[in-house]
C-alpha cells in the first residue's frame, strides 16, 4: 500500500475517477528509466514501453527477474520519476498533484509486508481505507463484505501475526481492494500459499473482479495464476516488452500437438519400437494391462499413420488426450527466443 508523509493529506475520493468514467485506467507511452553514476555506465532499467489498460482488464505483467516490472510500477505509481515518457491514470497524467491523483486511483498489494502483524483484519482495513480519505462509516459494509468472502469473519478479531500464512495473505489482498480504487496493482497474490488457498483466493479475486469491474494488474512467477486470473499479458525482458497479447492466442501459438493415448490388450515391444523409431520424443509407461504412449503429432498425416501402427499390432486405442497449451511453457519459449535473437 502506499505510504504518508506526516501532515500529507491524500486527495479524498472523487468522482472523476470512478470507474465509469470513459477513459482508459492507465495509459504509458514512451516511458524509459536509465540509472545513472559518475563511476559506472548507465543501466537502461525501462526502455521506451508503450502499453494501455481498459477499465475492467485484469492484465499479468511478466517478465524475468531484473527485466524492470518493479522499476515500471514504481514510475506508474508516481515512486520513481521516468527519465522520458508519459503515464495517465484514469486520465491524469505526471504533473505537479500526480502523486494525489494516483493514489487515490492505485492500491498495491506487496505480499503481507503491507499490512501490520498487531492489529487485527478489522483494523488494518480501517486503517488502510483511512488513508485514503474514506470515512468509516462509508468503509465498513464493504470492508465486512471482504471480511466474509476471504472467509476471516471467525478471525476479525484475532491479531494478523497467530494467523496462518494463507489468512495473512487474504487480509493482505482484502486491504489492497478495500478503498475500492479503479485500479488495483497484484504482486504474487498467492505466494506461499498451498494448492488449495490458492485456488480459493484466485476464485475469491475472480468473483470480485466479475461483480465490482476492477482493473487490476497482477505481476506473479506463478504462471498458473496469471493464466487463471488474466485474459492479457505483457511479457517484459531487458526493460523492453516483447509481448502484449491476449493469454489465449499465446496458448493457440504454442500448442504442441501432442497427444496422450491408453492402449488397452496389453503391451506390443515391436509397437513400441516403432513408435520410438518414428516419432523421436515419444514417452511410454506401461501398467498391468495396458501401454500408455505420449507423441507429438503435428499434422493429420503423422496421426493416421500413428493409429496406422497401432492397428497393424492387435492392440486397441481406449483413449486419447491432447495436451493442452501451458503459459509458463509459452512465457518459457518467448523469454529464450529473445535471448537467442
Known amino acids: 500500500m502506499p505510504s504518508y508523509t506526516r501532515g500529507e493529506t491524500p486527495v479524498p475520493w472523487k468522482e472523476r475517477i470512478l470507474v465509469a468514467s470513459p477513459v482508459p485506467a492507465l495509459e504509458v507511452a514512451g516511458l524509459t528509466k536509465t540509472f545513472t553514476s559518475r563511476k559506472k555506465p548507465p543501466v537502461h532499467a525501462v526502455r521506451n514501453i508503450s502499453f494501455t489498460v481498459q477499465q475492467r482488464e485484469v492484465v499479468g505483467l511478466l517478465g524475468p527477474n531484473g527485466a524492470g516490472k518493479t522499476t515500471t510500477i514504481k514510475c506508474i505509481l508516481g515512486l520513481m520519476l521516468p527519465s522520458a515518457g508519459t503515464v495517465r491514470v484514469m486520465g491524469n497524467d505526471l504533473g505537479r498533484e500526480y502523486r494525489q491523483l494516483v493514489r487515490s486511483a492505485c492500491a498495491v ?12 483484519p478489522r483494523e488494518n482495513l480501517d486503517f488502510f481505507t483511512g488513508l485514503y480519505g474514506i470515512p468509516l462509516q462509508r468503509s465498513r459494509p464493504y470492508t465486512d463484505h471482504l471480511l466474509r468472502v476471504f472467509r476471516l469473519e471467525e478471525k476479525r478479531l484475532s491479531q494478523v501475526q497467530e494467523l496462518s500464512s494463507g489468512m495473512k495473505q487474504k ?14 496493482f497484484l504482486d504474487e497474490p498467492t505466494v506461499g500459499l498451498d494448492v488449495e488457498t490458492s485456488y480459493e483466493l484466485r476464485e475469491t479475486l475472480k468473483g470480485l473482479v466479475k461483480e465490482e469491474g476492477r482493473t487490476i494488474i497482477v505481476s506473479s512467477h506463478d504462471m498458473a495464476v496469471i493464466q487463471d486470473l488474466c485474459r492479457r499479458v505483457i511479457i517484459i525482458k531487458q526493460g523492453s516488452i516483447i509481448v502484449d497479447d491476449q493469454v489465449e492466442n499465446l496458448l493457440q501459438l504454442f500448442r504442441t500437438r501432442a497427444y496422450r493415448f491408453t492402449l488397452s490388450n496389453g503391451h506390443d515391444v515391436h509397437l513400441e519400437g516403432a513408435v520410438a523409431r518414428q516419432f523421436p520424443g515419444a514417452s511410454i509407461s506401461r501398467t498391468a494391462d495396458r501401454t500408455e504412449l505420449e507423441v507429438i503429432l503435428p499434422g493429420a498425416e503423422d496421426l493416421y499413420r500413428f493409429v496406422d501402427l497401432v492397428r ?21 519459449q518467448l523469454v529464450r527466443k529473445e535471448a537467442q535473437a
Open 109 to 120: 498489494l506487496e505480499g503481507s509486508r503491507n499490512i501490520y502483524w498487531r492489529m487485527t
Open 171 to 184: 487480509v493482505a489482498v482484502a486491504c489492497a481492494l478495500a478503498p475500492r480504487t479503479p485500479l488495483v
Open 312 to 332: 497393424e499390432s492387435g492392440l486397441f486405442i481406449a483413449g486419447i488426450n491432447q495436451k493442452e497449451p501451458d503459459l509458463e511453457e509459452a512465457f518459457l
